[in-house]
């Protein structure tokens, strides 16, 4: 007598760089009905960014991001992995990403084990950077910022990174937006991440996919304009735009 094996889909969502602020944007409240859309979905990773600015502290959350947080916590209560790759706009996640959304936090750029795949993840902004900046982002990390960050007030914290937020877009509005698969070859021709079959990244707010020695490529592009992610499905990954 033959039986019949239902093997059931693996499903995935990446997705970077929605940059949020406030509830009532465009941006935010799709990507609350998108997430809300997803039915049986195995992982959500963000890939950095995901904030225009998140610090995590013990006891409390900045409060324009809790429609987004419930979002998370309903979607990791019905089952989803929750992987978050820190940007340089979110980084110290704090416990309410660690131990209310038991989300795996990834500080730099990690190969992740999933449906039989070597798939590594990073926020992008890693791939090419100069000096300078790799120095302002081990100062924004470092262990007299974190002090620093438990004695001000949460809503002085919060107003001056938006200020500086804004200054730097202003300073220089063309630094993304660019197509970071130069790079992202460099990477995977390099020992340590010659065994991946996937690698995607964020960051640069340009949406690309492509192949580099069998190896699939995607940069994510964002969540502000272009409304574009990566869906795996079964072993296959492919980048879409949402239409809302």
Known sequence: MNRLIIVASMRAIFLSDAHL?????RNYQLLIDFLKQQKDLDALFLLGDIFEFWLGYKHLIFSVYIPILET?????DAGTKLYFVEGNHDFNMGPYFTETLQC???PDQQIIDWDGHNILICHGDL???SAGYR????????APVKLLSRI???DLVWAFALWLSNKSSKNDPHKLHSDPTPYLRNLIEKEDFSNCQIVVCGHYHYPTENEHHNTKII???DWISQFSYAEMVDGRITLK???G
């Open 104 to 106: 795996t936090l990834v």
């Open 135 to 142: 120095r302002l982002r081990a100062f924004w990390r470092s």
């Open 219 to 221: 940069a994510l592009g």
């Open 152 to 154: 001000i007030h949460p």
């Open 127 to 129: 791939l090419n950077p």
């Open 241 to 243: 735009t949402y239409a």
């Open 72 to 76: 998370l916590r309903r979607l990791t």
């Open 21 to 25: 602020r406030n509830p009532q944007d």
